[in-house]
């Protein structure tokens, strides 16, 4: 019925019904912790308290409603997740893209894809283009300084090639990477970029160089623990999928094939 007390005055209380016909009035110490005054009637009392408890939720339909909430967010966030990793994905592939285009107009005025600029040039040629992918968790911004061989976010394969290179025994089964112009030569698809950040799970920054070659230990104690094979929190030795750009100019973005994973720049460019 929607009732309310109210001050009559500085002394009175005042209970009105929504239809004004009754009106109730009592000294302020008659009025008990409940907020009805001890001078209304039993029968008016028990109408008054039923009216009040029909506007209140009890505590099983207050834990019902809580218990779908949760199921909800339970349901939504991981698709929530899903749609906002699809999306930097699709960004990831447009900044890739944009790179490709310059980097493929200077190897046309310049000897063609035989004769890519050098990691400083091609960091010169990429400084106003997006190379700061979206998911890049090993930077805390796109601001700061990286190190070889990467051009902002992106892993760049001819300075990757020109480092194994220098590395390379000369029993080594990755030999096609001998020189540029071999890894050109190599069956299967030739890259400019690589992007390794949307993996089932977050990894150590790739380690530049040969497996078991300078520098090796160093980067292994750093992303593994010396005492432990499992990985720091958070982070995984190795990336399951990887977004590269090839050098015709389109992109890949698909799972490292035969159940491999890179923990390497040289295995993100050749697996």
Same mark, same amino acid.
């Given at each position: 019925?929607?009732?309310?007390?109210?001050?009559?005055?500085?002394?009175?209380?005042?209970? =009105? %019904?929504?239809?004004?016909?009754? @009106?109730?009035?009592?000294?302020?110490s008659d009025v008990p912790v $409940?907020? +009805?005054?001890?001078?209304?009637?039993?029968?008016?009392?028990?109408?008054?308290?039923?009216? =009040? %408890?029909?506007?209140?939720?009890? @505590?099983?339909?207050?834990?019902?409603?809580?218990?779908?909430? $949760?199921? +909800?967010s339970g349901l939504l966030l991981p698709v929530l997740a899903q749609a906002r990793k699809a999306g930097m994905q699709a960004t990831s592939i447009s900044n890739l893209r944009q790179c490709g285009l310059a980097l493929l107009m200077y190897c046309d005025e310049n000897g063609g894809v035989r004769t890519p600029p050098n990691l400083g040039q091609a960091r010169a040629l990429l400084s106003t283009a997006p190379t700061c992918d979206p998911a890049d968790y090993w930077r805390d911004g796109c601001g700061e300084p990286?190190?070889?061989?990467?051009?902002?976010?992106?892993?760049?394969?001819?300075?990757?090639v020109a480092t194994v290179d220098g590395q390379m025994p000369p029993e080594h089964h990755y030999d096609f990477l001998a020189s540029w112009s071999n890894y050109l030569d190599r069956p299967g698809a030739t890259y400019w970029l690589v992007s390794p950040y949307y993996g089932s799970s977050q990894s150590c920054r790739f380690f530049d160089g040969i497996p078991g070659g300078p520098g090796w230990e160093t980067w292994f104690a750093a992303c593994v623990g010396k005492d432990s094979g499992s990985p720091d929190p958070g982070r995984e030795r190795m990336a399951d999928r990887l977004v590269r750009l090839?050098?015709?100019?389109?992109?890949q973005s698909?799972?490292?094939?035969?159940?491999?994973?890179?923990?390497?720049?040289?295995?993100?460019?050749?697996?």
């Open positions: 019925m929607g009732m309310q007390w109210e001050h009559c005055d500085a002394e009175y209380w005042v209970h =009105r %019904r929504l239809n004004r016909q009754l @009106l109730l009035c009592a000294e302020p $409940a907020g +009805l005054p001890l001078s209304v009637p039993a029968g008016w009392r028990r109408q008054l308290m039923a009216g =009040r %408890r029909a506007g209140a939720f009890s @505590l099983v339909e207050v834990l019902v409603v809580i218990g779908i909430v $949760a199921v +909800l990286v190190p070889a061989p990467q051009v902002g976010s992106y892993g760049y394969v001819p300075d990757i090839r050098l015709d100019g389109s992109v698909e799972a490292t094939p035969g159940g491999n994973w890179s923990a390497t720049w040289l295995e993100a460019v050749v697996l």
